[in-house]
């Protein structure tokens, strides 16, 4: 018998290959540890519904979704790729940890989540950001998610935690809300802070925050690349901070900003547009509109730094930085 080829399929133990013509004798072909062709697979989706929800419900449809962010993402399988839609307003005990690798949290709405349809709040107890990723390829999209609420603390919507190194790693944040401004219209938060490497933000309104990006490379966590694009920023003291971030070899891009609006107008204590601070890498940015800023922005280690700005509204940019 003459075996030409296998596609997609699975062999398993002996396989009998009839008479060899030379010896007469059976032929056999053994795999005892089986032979598996192409395989994928999709993830399972969850429901999460904050006023009809029931955690003692399974989640896996809107009938029964469960009724907290923390029992539905505890059903997710790290690698899997599952998926949990949300619905309502969250308000968990503590901070929301998205640790299942490849997992997507999404909401139902409109990219600028006016109606109120999917959205999360910090619980009373909440110690750090709002969403916590702390496990890689993480999707978060179409919701608002709102900083910490007390006093004196300053703990992002949504934060991308390195620790362990490269943990929370290759996000990709997309059509999102931060209103970031505190309910008593005086205490602020941050908006997204990304630790690690390879995330990506894009399309996302926010707004009243005491930084609306930051970007710092805790822990040591060498930046391959991070990609900011096409965010509105509306009464933040910083819009972009750049804190520490390295691009030790060829390939490591750093920080890639385009298409920012930026404007300083109704921040509690507006400072500059775009910061990149001494050990800020060479981030890049380019066609970003900055308006309402008294404090100069300066190229620093930027490697381009290409901006329009609002000179009646006081905004700044050293001549250098072009």
């Given at each position: 018998?003459k ?10 133990g002996?396989?009998d ?5 030379y010896?007469?004798?059976p032929?056999?072909?053994t ?6 062709g192409?395989?994928?697979?999709f ?6 519904d ?9 989640g896996?449809?809107p009938?029964?979704?469960k009724?907290?962010?923390?029992a539905?993402?505890a059903?997710?399988?790290a690698?899997k790729?599952d ?9 968990d005990s ?11 949290l999404i909401?139902i ?12 709040n910090?619980?009373?107890?909440a110690?750090?950001g709002?969403?916590l ?5 993480i ?8 900083g910490h609420?007390?006093?004196?603390f300053?703990?992002p919507?949504i ?9 929370g790693?290759?996000?990709y ?10 309910p008593?219209?005086?205490?602020y938060c941050?908006g997204?802070?990304?630790v ?7 399309r ?29 920023m509306?009464?933040c003291?910083?819009?972009?901070d750049v804190?520490a971030?390295s691009?030790?070899?060829p ?5 890639i ?8 107008f109704?921040?509690?204590a507006?400072t500059?547009?775009?910061r990149v601070?001494g050990?800020g890498?060479?981030?890049?940015f380019?066609?970003c509109?900055?308006a ?12 381009w730094?290409?901006c329009y700005h ?6 700044l ?5 072009y």
């Amino acid at each position: 018998m003459k075996l030409g080829y296998l596609y997609g399929g699975k062999l398993k133990g002996s396989v009998d290959l009839g008479t060899d013509p030379y010896t007469g004798l059976p032929s056999t072909f053994t795999a005892p540890g089986g032979f598996i062709g192409p395989t994928a697979s999709f993830g399972t989706f969850y429901y999460a519904d904050a006023v009809n929800g029931n955690d003692a419900k399974d989640g896996r449809s809107p009938a029964t979704a469960k009724k907290t962010l923390t029992a539905t993402v505890a059903l997710c399988v790290a690698g899997k790729g599952d998926i949990v839609v949300i619905v309502g307003e969250f308000n968990d005990s503590g901070n929301v940890t998205l640790n299942k690798e490849k997992m997507k949290l999404i909401g139902i709405c409109d990219p600028w989540q006016q109606s109120y349809l999917s959205r999360i709040n910090p619980g009373a107890l909440a110690t750090s950001g709002t969403l916590l990723i702390t496990a890689k390829d993480i999707e978060v999209a179409y919701m608002q998610v709102s900083g910490h609420r007390d006093p004196g603390f300053h703990y992002p919507a949504i934060y991308t935690n390195a620790t362990p190194p490269l943990a929370g790693t290759r996000s990709y944040i997309h059509d999102v809300v931060i209103p970031g401004l505190t309910p008593d219209g005086t205490h602020y938060c941050d908006g997204i802070h990304l630790v690690g490497d390879r995330h990506t933000v894009v399309r996302a309104l926010i707004e009243n925050s005491q930084v609306g990006i930051k970007i710092d490379e805790e822990g040591g966590v060498t930046t391959y690349r991070i990609v900011v694009e096409d965010i509105q920023m509306r009464a933040c003291d910083v819009g972009v901070d750049v804190a520490a971030v390295s691009e030790a070899e060829p390939g490591r891009h750093g920080v890639i900003g385009k298409r920012l609006d930026i404007d300083a107008f109704g921040a509690l204590a507006e400072t500059r547009g775009i910061r990149v601070q001494g050990l800020g890498g060479h981030p890049y940015f380019r066609n970003c509109f900055i308006a309402g800023y008294t404090t100069a922005i300066t190229k620093g280690s930027a490697r381009w730094i290409e901006c329009y700005h609002d000179a009646a509204g006081g905004t700044l940019i050293d001549p250098a930085a072009y």
